[in-house]
């Protein structure tokens, strides 16, 4: 690794995260609120890094960038923006502790939406409108991440989508790399505009659209209301929100060629059939039990809590409408297995997605064949393309991975007091960077009663969550550091 | 699939099921406790059952070719044919309110889960509750074949490649022909259950309990003639002897056949026993560590003997246990959770993964960490320092992908019956990995007796799935499989 190139890479980044605190700054001062002292001296602590870091990367040269120095700046990317992030939330004091102020950023930063403010209405509107842009602001690091940066490190497998990156084809990694961003941060953006537009039509003020429209599409799920979307108890709002975050949870390709004109693009894509096709049976299954049960009184509003809750889930939003703490077992059960599942490739959901589900399913049905037919080869095709054989390596290299952490994490919290639901539900909610959990994070309780320890863990699990776990875990390897 | 063939294999299972049916009839006659009418009614429906099967398969001469497809129908049927007849002197004594209840009761015992519906067990007759022993034992022998000699044949789950590629497990050279190396193994099974049920004897317990008990260990079933389990004689002596042993029909039995043979490092040379091993420490420590510092139990002797039995137990699929776990700390949960999944080593009477393939896919993870450092190097997944060949690493993801599905699609439809959230997953998890107790309300001091009957067919139907290491039940319902 280059450590000065690295910081060369990351200085503009950290002056982006620290200059987009002034819009917040902006909602502080119109509303002569507590918080303007706090985001004041944010910007100028981030400046000042930024500044630093660009001095000490003065000398190095673009050219060198290899594997290794990506997986740094993605990774000390996120670590920063979210050290940067929490200075307003702790210089203010809505968050006790900096653990608590660095948990609520990384949650936004990673999109995740787990917060530690208990009394979320209490807070002035500048640390709210913060919360809302981490998530914005982490959901166009992560179009990029996964579209652009991931494929071409090779993470997981995600390098079978190197193709489909829209752009020129050059072989080049810097050019299309911004190229690739400028068109995906354009459908970012429209998306956002429109839910705003749609929200503020419903009747919901210009502030609250927004801030709900950053989590939104950034599939977060912080709100600036206590009892989240559910607050408002209205059906158009949540079926708005629906199906924004249905959108978000689904590759940002796709949306893009639909905008070029492709008008079937999303159809034609196998992962995208998949993912809404999990959403229908998962919504269908969780109204048809809170109808049966009795949870809903009227199957409209069945279907309208189910499948909220069920879109928020699998694209690791976290946006409640219900208390989902009180449903039946079973959809529990069902949104818990969600949270693993996650949304698709290229989109700001997180989980172990669509697609490396898909081919885990094709890679176990070639291993039934290859019982009936030992002398057969059998090769497993997806989206009718065959799928290289190192990719279904990676696939499932990830998935031990993903369980591996996910038992890892499980034992901690549990180990640290945490009652069994609670810790399992709240290590695969946060890993999926989903946010509320069952048990005593349920989707009307908060992060705040976790122990310090257990903040930090947690952290730790929705940055190696949202970074494809690799990115985190090699920056803790030796062999990383090694020249 | 030749039906013909089928039938005749299923006639020689029902036969030893319904003769095996003998030796509870002569506890029952010496007890004179008035089973026996319900064992021999059993005994007789078993046996016209295997006569009209013998009837059915005479027009199949010989073995000759046995193809894949045919074996997978004989190993899912044999199960289900030995507990459809096992489950008859259950039902007919009416010691169970049905026959739903019965069939699972005899699943759980031929596939050494260990899982009963028996709310008071000393309650029942002890023909009855010799016969759950015994269910055990027989499941056990059965198990044993079919690990070391036919699901290997078959290449289910990736097992054969391992044998073939790590040192010492070259199934083929071990013995030239596949019933000797039966007679061999079940010679192993015999002399260790005498020995445990020796050592229990010694240390108290009557003839008939440590017969039962012993049984059950070595099977690593979980089914005890008594209400409290093994913590009804609350002695250390029984407790450790039964942890040993039930620790060692965790291990593959080829291990200790080599064992005997004089092959001092046949146990220390093998990957798989020291993965073993290792994760039967970790977890025993760990565990203990979190009993003594919330004060459960005053020593530190006591709570590394309580950890190490649940935990011994809980791998090795047996579901003994001394102490009512539900009630310890999450952190044991979350442990015994891991190692329902994990479970104890190949070609052993235990169930769940096995601890070969968890190995397998520690390697696969620390390949892929490697490949996404150096893009552009090959690296080789190693076990016991020869290469895994590719088919078999994939044979071994595929498995834990299938195995994490069936667990998924059991647990949802455990909660959809209404069970609650830790008591539907551990019971799914329990039932697949052949386990037995769970958490939650299916915990070590509760039964199944209160889970819908939609869910004891389910439970029953995930215990033979996980048994016969899902491929093999699942081809049956691939429609693929009959094709011609």
């Not at chain 1, 700054?25 to 001296?41: E, I, M, P, Q, S």
Request: hydrophobic share 50%; glycine share 12%; aromatic share 12%.
């Amino acid at each position: 690794m280059h450590p000065r190139l690295v910081s060369k890479v990351l200085s503009p980044l950290t002056a982006i995260v620290s200059l987009s605190m002034l819009w917040p700054l902006a909602w502080a001062l119109r509303d002569g609120g507590t918080d303007v002292r706090a985001f004041a001296t944010a910007v100028a602590v981030g400046l000042g890094l930024s500044a630093a870091l660009f001095l000490w990367g003065r000398g190095a040269d673009y050219a060198d960038l290899d594997v290794k120095d990506g997986f740094g700046v993605v990774a000390l990317m996120w670590l920063a923006a979210s050290l940067l992030g929490a200075l307003p939330f702790w210089l203010h004091g809505v968050a006790p502790t900096f653990a608590d102020a660095f948990f609520e950023s990384v949650s936004g930063f990673t999109t995740t939406g787990a917060s530690v403010i208990a009394e979320v209405e209490a807070c002035p509107r500048g640390i709210l409108f913060w919360r809302g842009l981490t998530h914005w602001l982490g959901g166009m690091g992560i179009i990029v991440l996964g579209l652009a940066v991931l494929p071409f490190l090779g993470v997981g497998g995600m390098d079978m989508f190197r193709a489909e990156v829209p752009g020129p084809s050059k072989e080049k990694m810097t050019p299309r790399i911004q190229e690739t961003a400028i068109w995906l941060w354009g459908v970012y953006a429209l998306l956002t505009a429109l839910q705003t537009a749609l929200l503020s039509l419903g009747g919901m003020s210009l502030f609250d659209s927004l801030v709900h429209s950053f989590g939104t599409v950034a599939t977060g799920g912080f709100s600036n209301l206590n009892r989240s979307v559910g607050q408002y108890g209205s059906a158009y709002f949540e079926w708005v929100i629906a199906v924004f975050m249905f959108l978000a949870g689904a590759n940002f390709v796709l949306h893009y060629r639909f905008l070029r004109g492709d008008f079937s693009s999303h159809f034609r894509n196998e992962e995208f059939r998949v993912y809404a096709g999990i959403v229908l049976v998962s919504a269908v299954a969780i109204s048809a039990e809170l109808l049966r049960r009795g949870v809903c009184p009227s199957a409209a509003e069945a279907v309208r809590h189910g499948t909220f809750q069920v879109v928020s889930v699998i694209t690791t939003t976290g946006f409640v409408t219900a208390d989902f703490e009180l449903w039946p077992s079973f959809s529990r059960m069902l949104l818990f297995f969600l949270m693993f599942a996650g949304g698709c490739a290229g989109s700001t959901g997180g989980g172990i997605k669509t697609i490396r589900l898909l081919v885990l399913w094709r890679h176990m049905r070639a291993g039934m064949q290859g019982l009936l037919h030992p002398r057969a080869v059998v090769h497993i095709k997806v989206g009718g393309k065959a799928v290289r054989e190192e990719i279904i390596a990676s696939v499932t290299a990830f998935f031990i991975l993903y369980m591996t952490v996910f038992a890892c994490g499980a034992f901690f919290m549990t180990l640290i007091g945490m009652d069994f639901i609670t810790a399992v539900t709240g290590v695969a909610s946060t890993l999926g960077n989903v946010g509320p959990a069952l048990g005593a994070l349920g989707p009307m309780e908060n992060y705040s009663a976790v122990p310090q320890a257990g903040k930090w863990g947690f952290s730790a699990l929705m940055l190696m969550g949202r970074l494809e776990l690799y990115t985190v875990l090699l920056l803790f390897t030796p062999g990383t550091w090694r020249r | 699939m030749n039906p013909w063939l089928v039938a005749k294999v299923l006639s020689l299972i029902t036969t030893i099921v319904s003769l095996s049916m003998l030796w509870p009839l002569a506890w029952a006659w010496r007890d004179g406790s008035g089973d026996d009418a319900a064992i021999i009614q059993s005994m007789l429906l078993g046996l016209c059952a295997s006569g009209l099967l013998y009837a059915a398969g005479r027009r199949h001469r010989g073995y000759g070719r046995v193809s894949a497809k045919d074996a997978f129908a004989v190993v899912s049927l044999s199960w289900v044919a030995a507990s459809a007849v096992g489950a008859l002197p259950y039902y007919l004594h009416g010691m169970v309110p049905t026959f739903g209840d019965a069939f699972f009761e005899a699943m759980s015992g031929f596939t050494t889960t260990g899982a009963s519906i028996l709310p008071d067990i000393e309650a029942h007759p002890r023909g009855l509750l010799f016969w759950r022993g015994l269910t055990h034992w027989v499941g056990g022998m059965g198990i044993i074949v079919l690990g070391l000699a036919v699901l290997p044949f078959l290449g289910v789950g990736g097992i054969n490649l391992f044998r073939a590629e790590v040192p010492g497990f070259a199934v083929e050279k071990m013995t030239p022909r596949l019933h000797q190396m039966a007679l061999r193994m079940w010679g192993i099974y015999v002399l260790m259950t005498v020995a445990a049920a020796a050592l229990l004897f010694a240390g108290g317990m009557d003839s008939f309990d440590s017969l039962s008990h012993a049984f059950s260990t070595i099977a690593t079933g979980g089914l005890s003639p008594l209400n409290r389990s093994i913590g009804h004689y609350n002695s250390a002596y029984i407790d450790w002897v039964v942890t040993f042993f039930m620790f060692f029909s965790g291990v593959n039995f080829a291990l200790h056949y080599r064992m005997l043979l004089g092959d001092a490092k046949a146990y220390g040379a093998d990957p798989e026993f020291r993965t073993y091993l290792g994760i039967v420490l970790l977890s025993t420590a760990g565990v203990a560590a979190v009993l003594y510092r919330n004060g459960l139990y005053a020593t530190i002797g006591e709570s590394v003997r309580y950890a190490a039995f649940q935990v011994v137990s809980v791998i090795t699929s047996t579901g003994f246990s001394t102490a009512d776990y539900n009630l310890w700390p999450p952190f044991a949960h979350a442990v015994f959770i891991f190692l329902m999944f994990a479970g104890g080593s190949s070609g052993s009477t235990a169930g769940g993964l096995k601890c070969i393939r968890v190995l397998a896919l520690a390697r696969r993870l620390q390949a892929g960490l490697s490949t996404v450092r150096h893009p552009r190097g090959v690296f080789q997944a190693r076990i016991g320092g020869r290469i895994v060949s590719h088919e078999a690493m994939s044979s071994v993801t595929a498995f834990f992908v299938l195995y994490m599905l069936a667990f998924v699609l059991g647990a949802l439809f455990m909660a959809w019956l209404g069970l609650d959230l830790v008591t539907a997953f551990s019971s799914a998890a329990a039932a697949l990995g052949n386990t037995g107790p769970g958490l939650g309300a299916v915990g070590p001091a509760e039964n199944f007796s209160a889970v819908p009957m939609a869910g004891k067919w389910m439970l029953s139907f995930l215990m033979l799935l996980g048994r016969l290491e899902l491929y093999t039940l699942i081809l049956i319902f691939v429609p693929d499989t009959w094709r011609r």
